[in-house]
Structure formats: C-alpha cells, structure tokens
C-alpha cells in the first residue's frame, strides 16, 4: 500500500539545517562520535497495569477520545498486538521491551539491531524524509538522523504498523511523527528523550523518556515464528516427539 | 567503562523487584488462559522445550481413571525465566523428572496451562509467567489426584 499525504510533504521541499560538529560520515568522523558499542537492555520502571491515562513509564497520556476508548476496550478484552503474533513491534513500541539491541555506526548510516530480528535504519548522511506518498506501509517508518555532539536526535514518519505500546490497543497511524533525542546521561544510562505526535491519537503531543543499560548478557537469537504455539487466539497442544 | 559497573548491580536489584509485573513481559499472550483459576499437577517430564519466543513444559500425569495423560504448560521466553528466577536453564529440568507445576488452565479446558511455578525434586520452586496464578490461590486437581497431590508440599524457594 502507497501511503498517501500528510505534513510532512509541506517540509519536503525546504533545505535541511547544516549541523556543526562530527555527523559520522565517514570512518575518522565516527571515531570522534560517543561510543555506545555493547548491548542494551530497557531499564525497566513497574507503573502497574495499562492505562488509558498513562504511559507505560508513568508519564501522562492524553489520548483523544475515539483512541482512549479503543485502548480501554484493548486492555478489558486482554487482547493481543505485533509481538503476540510474531509481528515486528516497530517504531515506537520496539524501544521498550526486553529485546537487548545493539547500535552500530557505519558512514552517514545508525543501524540498531534487536534481539527479536527486528532493524531500525537511521540515516545520518543528510537526506531528507522520503516523501510518504512515495513510502511503502512499514513498521519501523522512515527515519532520518543528526548528531548534536553527543547527542543523536533521530526524526521518524511513516511507520503506521507500530505499535505505540504493546497491551494498549494503540496502533500508530501515518500521522505519527517521533522526534527521539539519545544520549548518555550523568548517571550512565542511555537516555532517550521522546516526542511522539499524532493528532488522531493524542490530544497533545505526547512526552516520555526510557532509559537503557548495558547488559551482562549477550544477545541471542529471538525468533518467533518457528517455534510458537499460542498465538493468543489459538494454542497448539501438540507435544514434540519423545525423547526431545 | 567504569560507569557501567555502578549501575549493573542496582539494575539487577530493581529488575527482581518488578518480575511480578503484570505488565512487564508484553511478550507474554495470555488470552487462553483464565489467571482467575489456579491449580496444581504432579508428573514426570516428557519434553522440556526451552526456545523461543515461549519454553513450554510437557509432564505426563496420571488420570483418575488410571491411564496417563499429556500435559502442556506455556511459560516464557528463556531470557524472560532467566529475569524472573537466575537459577532457569536448558538443563535445568531433564526428560523423566519429577515435577509439580502450578497453572492457570487453558479456557478450553483442553489438558494444558500457563505455567506459574514449578517445584523440582531437587526443592527448588522455580518462578514462571508472572500473569499465571494472579490473585488465585493454587488448588490440587483437576486430573483427580487429590490424596497423591496433597502429600507435595511445595517448597518455600
């Protein structure tokens, strides 16, 4: 499907800002940008279960009302989303899970890899947005990236299949924009700053940050499908062969 | 590096504080199974499944009417135990263990759960998906052991 119209073609066509300081373009600029090498897992904060009100990290939510009541009825029904069904979670729900990730620099280009397979691309080398009339229906949208010292400010469309918050029955839509600001903050965790925008589905923007740590543990392959027998509506009682 | 260090230890701290979250493991489906309802089940390990995204548990039990039965219990993925109870591993439980697990019953009330806790012959009380057993207190049955059942005691830890 051909994602059609929205704000951001109204920016297409103005020139980006030019940053000062390492962008990462090449081998000798990246040596110059934080190293944030390793594996990271989401610093979990307990808020207790969801809801319509609050984030899954106890900020504010305002969600509108049409949204508000598809989240209520989502949590009373305990009903499923992405990763239930072996779908990606994708932008912005993937970046708060216990899936460990990795952040790689290569020239013009921020690559996080996640335990579960799923890959967020973030291009530092200076292009614009594709135009989402011109984009294809995605999980992890369209995300273009600078660097602000050491600070990596990451700006995302396009991304109608992700889930917002897993368990909370909000989907984004092809209006959601996320702007995400991370860094390594003054006690060691990195941060990640975000603003997520919608006007379907918040009465104002929406303002969270999630924290992550270096994890003792490596990551290991997380894949879904081949091994899964409850797919929330239906679970296969099928025992595997003795002896196995 | 040295920043890291500082934070490892109280991280691991908070993270055992929050593994009885309902909320934490999104991963987790539970919409078989019916958390109002918990019971227990003794047997012997048929398979012991530790993978992804979920491990599961087989145990054959003896049913009333003397002939065994399969049983299949769901729990979490083998990074998920691990957070919940440090002591989950691949070898953690063989084939022919002894076992008492308790659950949360399918809906369907097909002969299979989601598995809150499993007691080991060794005395170990491993922790499993946190949403099973919520706020239901563990009843022996339903395949009818009552009097074999009730002599497991479940241990403490």
Sequence with gaps: M????????????????????????????????????GFWAYHRVFVGPPRTDTGPGGEPMFLTPKYAAISADHIRRRAQQNLSFCLPAGVPGVMQHRLLFQILLTPGLVTMLFEDGEVRRIY??????????????????????????????????????????????VLATIKSHLVERFFRNSAGYLEVDSVLTDPEIFAR???????????????????????????????DLTPPPLGE | MLAFKSILVPAAVILAGVAGSPSALAHHSFASFDASKCFTLSGTVRNFEWQYPHSWL???????????????????????????????????????????????PLRDGRHGGSMGKVA?????????????????????GPNGLTGNSASVNLPKN
């Design chain 1, 124 to 169: 530092t080398d200076g292009r614009k947005h594709v135009p989402l009339a011109d984009q294809i229906e995605s999980f992890m949208g369209d995300s273009i990236g600078h660097w602000e010292g050491g600070t990596l400010v990451v700006d995302t469309i396009g991304f109608p299949n992700g889930s917002v918050w897993e368990n909370y029955g």
């Design chain 1, 2 to 37: 051909v994602l059609t119209g929205s704000f951001a073609d109204a920016t297409a066509n103005l020139p980006l800002p030019t940053w000062p300081g390492p962008q990462g373009d090449t081998y000798a600029s990246i040596a110059k940008l934080p190293d944030w090498s």
């Design chain 2, 120 to 140: 080991l012959a060794n005395g170990w009380l491993l922790k499993g998906t946190p949403n099973a057993c919520q706020g239901a207190k563990a009843v022996f």
């Design chain 1, 205 to 235: 923007p929406y303002v969270y940050k999630r924290l992550y740590e270096q994890s003792p543990i490596p990551i290991t392959e997380e894949e879904c499908l081949a091994g899964n027998r409850d797919t929330g509506t239906s679970v």
């Design chain 2, 58 to 104: 087989w145990v054959i039990a003896p049913a009333a009417s003397g002939e065994t039965q399969v049983w299949g219990f769901e729990s979490m993925s083998p990074a998920q135990l691990q957070e919940v109870d440090s002591r989950w591993n691949k070898h953690v439980i063989s084939i022919g263990d002894k076992v008492t697990v308790t659950y949360s």
